[in-house]
């Protein structure tokens, strides 16, 4: 069971769409949209809430999209409050082996920061730092512990976290998830293969991660699903 929450590091939620058997895109991983334009708008509600938000250099290097609030009110209403208009855009990957040119790096009106380890090669480290803060991190492994400090540091206090399903299951082991959003929707896609919301090694049954509902709405044939990670 996870460890009572530590409420000196940020708050981590989990945000995804994917189809009634789990799966959150196909298996030649395409680029697909599996939720409605309500599914869209609750997906900037949350970016809008959110200090930061981290994808996997895996989904950085495949879409390679920013991380952006689309809609004009959310954007407007961070800025009242003094916030810049789109959440801080953080990926992590351990050896940088990933592309530069993504515009998720390109995008001139978002904050990025880019944690690695001491393996990635330091003309990498110097190529990255034209686009990006780059946090290395101690040892040649990426803590979740460790970069949700780093984050703390830079007084950030509320982490969203948008996929891919090794970097969900990272947050998880390490037991740093606390609420997890999900939108069901109405499709099958199958395929062993096909990444689902916790992908990694997995969990075997004296470790499983134990959920509490805390809403359900149908919208349509969509249920939106919110749970906090029960650590009583």
């Given amino acids: 069971m996870p460890s009572k929450r530590n409420t000196t590091r940020p708050h981590v939620s989990v945000n995804m769409a994917m189809s009634l058997d789990g799966k959150i895109s196909t298996y030649?991983?395409?680029?697909?949209?599996?939720?409605t334009e309500h599914d869209r708008r609750l997906m900037d509600e949350l970016r809008a809430k959110a200090d930061?938000?981290?994808v996997g250099s895996g989904t950085v290097a495949h879409d390679g999209f920013p991380i952006l609030i689309r809609y004009d009110d959310l954007r407007a209403r961070r800025v009242e409050r003094g916030w810049p208009p789109h959440p801080i855009n953080v990926t992590m990957s351990r050896a940088l082996s990933l592309p530069s040119t993504r515009p998720f790096?390109?995008?001139?009106?978002?904050?990025?920061?880019l944690f690695t380890t001491r393996t990635a090669p330091e003309p990498r480290v110097k190529r990255f730092s034209r686009v990006a803060e780059v946090v290395v991190l101690p040892g040649r492994t990426l803590s979740p512990v460790v970069l949700l400090e780093e984050l703390r540091r830079r007084g950030i206090k509320r982490v969203l976290?948008?996929?891919?399903?090794e970097i969900h299951f990272a947050f998880a082991k390490e037991g740093v998830v606390d609420e997890i959003y999900i939108t069901l929707t109405p499709r099958l896609i199958g395929g062993a293969s096909a990444p689902t919301v916790l992908d990694g090694k997995g969990f075997l049954a004296a470790d499983h991660i134990e959920l509490r509902l805390l809403s359900t709405k149908r919208v349509g044939n969509e249920l939106?699903?919110?749970?906090?990670?029960?650590r009583d």
């Fill in 224 to 230: 939106y699903l919110r749970y906090a990670v029960d």
């Fill in 105 to 113: 790096f390109q995008h001139p009106d978002t904050e990025k920061i």
């Fill in 161 to 165: 976290l948008e996929g891919g399903g």
């Fill in 52 to 54: 930061a938000v981290i």
């Fill in 28 to 35: 030649k991983r395409e680029d697909i949209s599996l939720g």
